[in-house]
């Protein structure tokens, strides 16, 4: 079992900074792959960006590429994800995941943390 809980969500302004948290459960936690998804309101769950076991492999979604970088710090036990220059529809509910393998698709997420809430003023 892992369990995932977030934080670092808040209001910002556009174009502002934040980096998100996420801190796992379990000493099993350098074995899993990390995601992080977003969901906005009247929206599906949608990819945001992925990190390896290791933190040798990332994926990230197009609509982020060279705004958002996924970190892991394995002693930790923590997955971060850094948001610059954001825009008002990043405004979601972020949430991380786990899997026993890197992919970009929320099926294939084992465990789930219950979301924090970004919101991105224009």
């Known amino acids: 079992q892992v369990q995932l809980v977030e934080s670092g969500g808040g209001l910002v302004q556009a174009g502002g900074s934040l980096r998100l948290s996420c801190v796992a459960s379990g000493r099993t936690f350098s074995s899993y792959a990390m995601g992080w998804f977003r969901q906005a309101p009247g929206k599906e769950r949608e990819f945001v960006a992925a990190?390896?076991?290791?933190?040798?492999?990332?994926y990230y979604a197009d609509s982020v590429k060279g705004r958002f970088t996924i970190s892991r710090d394995n002693a930790k036990i923590t997955v971060y994800l850094q948001m610059n220059s954001l825009k008002p529809e990043d405004t979601a509910v972020y949430y991380c995941?786990?899997?026993?393998?890197?992919?970009?698709?929320?099926?294939?997420?084992?465990?789930w943390g219950k979301g924090t809430l970004v919101t991105v003023s224009s």
């Open positions: 995941a786990a899997a026993p393998y890197i992919s970009t698709q929320a099926m294939r997420m084992d465990y």
């Open positions: 990190i390896s076991w290791n933190g040798g492999t990332t």
